[in-house]
């Protein structure tokens, strides 16, 4: 069976769609790489007593793999988002560059060894077409800057590549540790920026510790860091990576669906639409 006929595929989306609200959350009381420096220790913090207690696997022989697809995945992705979007990066512009994954992905699946269909290009475009029309009316180029636009290309670039290097050198690895591992990478590489952008002290100073951020910050490790990444690669190790990142497609119509219901932004016939086409291209890709 395959594992897009699953309820896993749409609970990924769930949890993956809530970064851009957790980010709505907790921003405004913490510099993004503070934020993201704390989320890395406390998600090691959980995982790192259950590796001990439950005696779980350690990925002999591919640790470096593993350690450097986290950097990648998570370490390069997430601080492009977050300091772009500190930076004045409209939430809708970031998630339409960051939806061209898919696209980037399916372009580079021949390095892997994988093999793109055309039906499955036709999907790849119908979902970037429903991304486009969703976050349309959300777009605004007012004050933006180019260091904003760069951090998004990046992260776009280094979600990508982590996606494709975990699937050609660590597909298979004992989720526990390997996040662990991860995260633990992710924390070493961002301390020195943290140190040297934001003026992190041990103090944390620069962290407002309202109810607010305290949730967004619970989320983030167990909804997102733990939750959401143990699916996304549960389905890397079972899916090709183009069908793995087309589901991605769905996650800005998502966020503005969740917008939409908790803030109470716009959400219009036209974002209906694009959600309607998402969902179809969607399922051009990952069907059999």
Do not use: N
């Amino acid at each position: 069976m395959s594992p897009f006929l699953s309820p896993v595929p749409l609970f990924f989306v769930f949890l993956w769609s809530t970064g851009f609200i957790v980010a709505k959350f907790g921003l405004p009381y913490a510099p993004p790489l503070t934020f993201l420096l704390m989320r890395y220790a406390c998600a090691v913090a959980v995982l790192a007593p259950l590796v001990w207690l439950l005696k779980a696997p350690w990925p002999t022989g591919k640790a470096r793999h593993i350690a450097v697809s986290g950097l990648l995945l998570h370490g390069g992705y997430l601080a492009g988002v977050w300091c772009a979007i500190k930076l004045g990066m409209p939430a809708g512009l970031s998630a339409l560059i960051v939806g061209m994954q898919p696209i980037l992905t399916a372009f580079a699946a021949p390095l892997i060894g994988e093999r793109v269909t055309p039906r499955q290009w036709l999907g790849l475009l119908f979902g970037l077409g429903g991304v486009a029309l969703v976050v349309y009316a959300k777009i605004t180029l007012t004050g933006l800057s180019w260091q904003a636009i760069a951090l998004c290309l990046g992260a776009l670039v280094s979600i990508t590549a982590g996606t494709l290097y975990q699937k050609h050198w660590c597909p298979q690895f004992d989720l526990r540790t390997g996040t662990a591992i991860q995260f633990s990478a992710c924390f070493v590489a961002t301390l020195p920026f943290a140190l040297m952008f934001e003026g992190l002290t041990p103090a944390l100073p620069a962290v407002e510790w309202t109810p607010r951020f305290v949730a967004a910050l619970l989320w983030s490790v167990f909804g997102l860091s733990i939750g959401a990444i143990f699916l996304l690669f549960a389905l890397i190790r079972r899916s090709d990576a183009t069908r793995v990142t087309s589901l991605l497609y769905l996650t800005p119509p998502t966020t503005a669906l969740m917008a939409w219901l908790m803030f109470g932004e716009a959400f219009s016939p036209l974002g209906v639409a694009g959600m309607a086409l998402a969902v179809t291209g969607v399922f051009f890709v990952v069907r059999k």
